[in-house]
């Protein structure tokens, strides 16, 4: 019976699992809904089974699991703790359990990195040792891969790029500091100053893409920019301006060979990589940019799972410290 490694994306409102050989052919790729309500431990169980049928149906044979899950998480001990998006998770032990089903090497990593192994393995990553994942999305996250190894730093805190200060006379940010990149890249952060000054009367051309003016969104103000209104414009340069501060401090810092850029807000694409790459000079003194490829994501939602791929396979290999339960 062919040995085969599966790959679970744990998010908040979907789950995805994926299948593949040790050779890289897919076998199988599922989505299905999280149902946060049903419970951390129906939910394992609806993977599990999913996963079942799966090796039933192809009459093959699991090897190794990866485990993307959003922080924080205890990766030694293999626990989830209570992320925001997964209440009452609380000392999850999401390892153990799928030890207990199905008894192989099992790797539980953060969201963010395994997307960044997605990319890297997979995706706009590929071909390159040094990268830096930058997702800009509801948050700001992402990942640091050197020399092929995501760096993990003290207490596996290295890599929460969303959380640099880039503003230190801004807005307080949720995880208590004031002037993350986050405050003013993440959607919510974008929509946040769209409706400030919306409300404060500026013309623009947000209030007819709306029913009211609490219904804007990130989108609302890209789409907007398209249409050339001069309020969006300028949120969006200042967003593009203060993400360019980022990525230009994550380039002096690593000097990495690709910084590749996804979640939903990069999905408005040159819109955003047009004046990300023409305000980096301005804030990139020390390192030749010319040799920084600044890309975007390939993977879009996919990346989580394929990383989660990838960690099995770096666990199956045994190239991954292993931490069993
Ligand atoms: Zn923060």
Not at 19 to 40: C, F, N, S
Not at 126 to 142: A, D, L, M, Q, W
């Amino acid at each position: 019976m062919d040995e085969v490694i599966a790959g679970i994306d744990i998010g908040g409102t979907k789950i995805a699992v994926a299948l593949e050989t040790l050779d890289g052919e897919k076998v199988a790729a599922r989505r299905l809904p999280t149902e946060v309500e049903i419970g951390a431990y129906a939910i394992v169980e609806n993977i599990s089974r999913v996963i079942a049928e799966i090796l039933e149906e192809n009459q093959v044979k699991l090897a190794a699991i990866g485990i993307g899950c959003p922080s924080p998480l205890d990766i030694e001990k293999g626990l989830v703790m209570s992320p925001s998006n997964l209440q009452n998770w609380d000392n999850f032990p999401i390892v153990k359990l799928f030890k207990k089903r199905f008894n192989v090497p099992i790797v539980l990593e953060n969201d963010a990195n395994t997307a960044t192994l997605g990319e890297y393995n997979y995706g706009a990553g590929r071909g390159f040792k040094n990268i830096v994942y930058i997702t800009v999305s509801t948050g700001v996250g992402g990942g640091i891969i050197i020399n092929g190894e995501i760096v993990h730093g003290v207490g596996w805190g290295a890599g929460e790029l969303g959380h640099t200060i880039v503003q230190p006379d801004g807005v307080r940010c949720n995880c208590g500091s004031i002037g993350c990149l986050e405050t003013i890249c993440a959607g919510v952060h974008i929509a946040r100053r769209a409706k400030m000054r919306l409300a404060g009367g500026e013309p623009s051309l947000m209030n007819e893409l709306v029913l009211n003016i609490n219904e804007v969104t990130a989108k609302t103000v890209v789409e907007a920019v398209r249409k050339k209104d001069q309020l969006a414009s300028e949120i969006w340069t200042e967003t593009c301006r203060f993400l360019a501060i980022g990525v230009a401090n994550i380039i002096t810092l690593i000097a990495p060979e690709a910084i590749i850029i996804g979640g939903g807000v990069a999905s408005a694409g040159e819109l955003l990589f047009a004046p990300l790459r023409s305000f980096l000079p301005q804030f990139v003194s020390m390192i030749p940019l010319e040799k920084v490829a600044v890309l975007p994501a390939e993977l879009g939602g996919e990346s989580g799972v394929c990383g989660a791929l990838a960690l099995a396979k770096q666990v199956y290999l045994e190239s991954y410290q292993v931490y069993e339960v």
